[in-house]
């Protein structure tokens, strides 16, 4: 049986790129799409996602977010003010929802494959981390279940397009860095201590940087132990399929996305051991795929097959 999804916020960049991951997915049928902007002209949109996905969105009714939902899961990429309100009447209505929402997080059970999956039969409301946490989140996991972390640092420089629609305003997204981004630096700190039960401190600087996708990302990790060499965290992050472990950062075409694959959460460039247990690894990942419409997508085709599992 496929899973009926309704798709929240699904003119919105994240929800564009949310239907072109689902539509060819023989477990998924989208049966309705829901946005703010439902009253206004869809072909004028602007439109970031693959063609096919922008044919089936133009012949699709939308309806308004405040709208009955229908699927079995709501997946939601609503922006965040206003979305609390909406989401909290559809789950009064009986409604299951998987949200990307900043409140969610806190609210619900914020979920990752891999990193933190334990859920409950009662549960209604999950929720995906920020995409600059899911791609620190992934190799953090493995290496800490390896070795131990003690501490973690983090230095984001992130794409425009995490801005979501109608994005940066361009005297800010044209040549030019915007920093401090407190919400981001905190977003990152607060669900790294969730997904890791705060076992570790974390401290963020993050940094916006006009490029249009893909997020590149400094981590300082403190170990435990001073016996491990680099080649030690490179065969660890590269048994995980969706971890590349490059030799040196790839010369890639203009055309193309710093991420290099589809499937991938992140790149993994470079590791090098710093002095008292400390590694520098840098890393990228593209933000709108594997780290926030992939994630979401994952997790609905476990939480979608019945009821709520601890299994993901």
């Not at 709501?74 to 206003?82: A, C, H, K, Q, R």
């Not at 979920?111 to 791609?135: G, I, Q, Y």
């Not at 420089?157 to 919400?183: F, K």
Request: overall charge negative; some cysteine; hydrophobic content about 45%.
């Amino acid at each position: 049986m496929t899973i009926k999804l309704s798709i929240f916020g699904a003119l919105g960049l994240l929800g564009q790129h949310l239907i072109d991951q689902l539509l060819h997915d023989p477990d998924f049928e989208i049966i309705s799409l829901h946005d703010h902007r439902h009253r206004e002209s869809h072909t004028d949109l602007p439109w970031f996602a693959g063609p096919e996905a922008r044919q089936f969105v133009l012949k699709t009714p939308i309806f308004s977010p405040s709208d009955a939902a229908k699927g079995d899961l709501i997946l939601s990429f609503l922006p965040d003010e206003g979305a609390e309100d909406i989401e909290k009447q559809h789950l009064q209505n009986g409604a299951r929802v998987i949200s990307h929402c900043e409140y969610a997080r806190f609210r619900g059970t914020l979920l990752m494959p891999d990193v933190r999956s334990a859920v409950s039969s009662e549960e209604t409301l999950w929720s995906t981390p920020n995409c600059t946490t899911a791609m620190c989140a992934l190799p953090l996991a493995l290496i800490h279940k390896e070795f131990g972390v003690e501490a973690v640092h983090a230095t984001t420089l992130q794409a425009i397009s995490g801005t979501d629609l109608p994005g940066m305003p361009a005297y800010l997204a044209q040549d030019h860095v915007v920093s401090p981004l407190e919400g981001e630096a905190r977003a990152l700190e607060r669900e790294l201590a969730l997904l890791f039960d705060k076992a570790f401190p974390v401290s963020c600087a993050a940094t916006r940087v006009p490029v249009w996708r893909s997020h590149t990302i400094s981590l300082m990790i403190k170990l435990g132990t001073t016996s491990v060499h680099a080649e030690d965290l490179a065969r660890i992050l590269s048994h995980d399929p969706k971890i590349l472990v490059a030799s040196k950062a790839p010369l890639l075409p203009p055309w193309q996305i710093e991420c290099v694959r589809d499937d991938l959460m992140c790149t993994i460039d470079a590791i090098q051991p710093m002095p008292d247990g400390w590694f520098k690894m840098l890393l990228r990942g593209d933000n709108l795929g594997q780290a926030t419409t992939g994630l979401m997508a994952s997790l609905a085709k476990t939480l979608g097959k019945g009821p709520a599992r601890a299994d993901l």
